[in-house]
């Protein structure tokens, strides 16, 4: 059980252009999950939290216009990324509290998606 | 604040043999919970193991195992007969619940040496 997909794995996109991930829980509601994003070799940096039917909340320093996500339903949250440039290029990943993780705050982790932008 | 520190950002072990890795945290409160993270060369982050602070007794899960030292907030992983696919990033955590949000160590890089 708490199983969290993440789509896609890998994209590449031209500079300007938006491009969406998906988060999905696939066997249990996820009320809470979480974006982070890892430089090569370095650890996860906390982007956001997303709570289910209402607005994320973002770390210091993370662009809201910038990254953009929607938690619309207890089984999917979305990263957009708007208007990406190369520097956005990263290793993006998305977790969720699995079930009894409300209390210990055990995340369960998508596959991460590669992001380039040229 | 909490923080949590892995001062070995890169290890090596040969098969078969026993290596750990260590994990130091700052926290003021009493109760709170300790994760081992493993991230291979996938990238997905898998989790290893997972200590309640406040039971006495080292969580282990074959392989791997803790020592839990509360009083020095110390909380290094074991990891005997290593194999190599336990050749991965490997990232220690804290969370004191009620919802608050991971603190992450910096990672440490296991090589497993055929």
């Known amino acids: 059980g708490a199983v969290v997909s993440q789509h896609p794995s890998w994209v590449i996109c031209k500079s300007g252009t938006s491009v969406k991930i998906e988060c999905r829980s696939l066997?249990?509601?996820?009320?809470?999950m979480f974006w982070y994003r890892q430089f090569p070799k370095q650890s996860l940096m906390l982007m956001a939290t997303?709570?289910?039917?209402?607005?994320?909340?973002?770390e210091q320093g993370v662009e809201k216009d910038k990254f953009l996500i929607n938690h619309a339903s207890l089984t999917l949250s979305t990263l957009t990324v708007t208007s990406a440039h190369p520097e956005d290029s990263s290793f993006y990943i998305c977790s969720a509290r699995g079930p009894s993780g409300r209390d210990t705050g055990e995340l369960f982790f998508g596959e991460g998606s590669r992001l380039t932008v040229l | 604040a909490q923080t949590v520190t892995q001062s070995q950002p890169e290890m090596s072990v040969q098969e078969a043999e026993t290596v750990t890795l260590s994990c130091t945290y700052d926290?003021?409160?009493?109760?709170?919970?300790l994760f081992w993270y493993k991230q291979p060369p996938s990238r997905q982050m898998i989790l290893v193991i997972r200590q309640e602070a406040y039971k006495q007794q080292n969580a282990t899960e074959n392989r791997f195992s803790v020592n839990f030292q509360k009083a020095a907030k110390s909380f290094s992983l074991k990891i005997s007969d290593s194999q190599l696919g336990d050749a991965a990033m490997y990232f220690c955590a804290y969370n004191a619940g009620n919802n608050r949000k991971l603190i992450w160590g910096l990672g440490t890089s296991l090589a497993v040496n055929p």
């Open positions: 926290t003021s409160e009493s109760d709170y919970y």
């Open positions: 997303s709570n289910e039917g209402s607005k994320a909340t973002y």
């Open positions: 066997d249990f509601q996820a009320t809470t």
